[in-house]
């Protein structure tokens, strides 16, 4: 049983519009929510975060919204630009474990055209 | 800030052999993370360290897979007489507690 899904493999926009990258969850244990960003031949790296008392996060082009009781999370990039286009992983933890130890999606590709 | 630094990057082996990875973890982050990734997956938990001790396992980490972190510093990964399935990308992270992971990039083993 998958606890964090990202049903979309794939996503490609447009320079300059806006990405919107979505992760499901079905623990209701989880309450700390992560994206990471994946170039290929690397390793992933932190991109932003949200804890369960929020439902919006903002960090410059990226916003993560929470929607808890849907158990849903969004990332929104605007304006999109090609070096966005990488794998984004959704990770999620729970309030008993750490934020090292998540639980990841399998990720969804995004390609940013110029 | 070097970041997390994992040796080989890449490592073929035949089945039956065992392999060690090694991982670097930022010096000043007291935990340190296993992953394993496979492809079209996403990186999957098998165990971490606070300073030297290992403090959970996942059920993923069979008894041919070890791992140690002495004096707190470098960690290694053992895995004993290798097995197709093994094939993966293992993913070494570090961290301050609660704060989020500082991944390497990785060791991608091919077991033939």
């Known amino acids: 049983d998958q606890q964090v899904k990202q049903n979309s493999p794939s996503l490609s926009v447009q320079e300059g519009r806006i990405s919107i990258l979505n992760c499901d969850y079905t623990?209701?244990?989880?309450?700390?929510f992560l994206w990471y960003k994946k170039y290929p031949a690397e390793g992933p790296t932190f991109l932003i975060s949200?804890?369960?008392?929020?439902d919006k996060n903002e960090d410059g082009r990226f916003t993560v919204f929470l929607n808890k009781s849907a158990k849903h999370l969004s990332l929104h990039i605007v304006p999109s630009q090609p070096g966005d286009s990488a794998v984004y992983f959704c990770?999620?933890?729970?309030?008993?474990?750490?934020?090292?130890?998540?639980?990841f999606g399998d990720g969804t590709t995004l390609t940013v055209k110029p | 800030d070097t970041g997390v630094s994992q040796d080989p990057r890449h490592k073929i082996t035949k089945r039956g052999q065992n392999v060690t990875f090694r991982c670097d973890p930022i010096?000043?982050?007291?935990?340190l993370y296993w992953y394993r990734q496979t492809l079209g997956q996403g990186p999957e938990f098998l165990t971490y360290?606070?300073?030297?001790?290992?403090?959970?396992k996942s059920r993923l980490l069979s008894d041919r897979f070890s791992a140690e972190r002495p004096k707190g510093s470098f960690s290694t990964l053992e895995i004993q007489r290798t097995e197709q399935g093994d094939s993966a990308m293992y993913l070494c992270?570090?961290?301050?507690?609660?704060?989020?992971?500082?991944f390497g990039n990785g060791t991608r083993l091919t077991v033939t």
């Open positions: 992270a570090s961290s301050q507690e609660g704060s989020p992971l500082h």
């Open positions: 949200i804890s369960s008392i929020k």
């Open positions: 623990n209701s244990m989880f309450d700390y």
């Open positions: 990770a999620a933890t729970g309030i008993n474990t750490n934020a090292g130890k998540s639980t």
């Open positions: 010096s000043e982050h007291n935990r």
């Open positions: 360290f606070q300073n030297e001790a290992q403090l959970e």
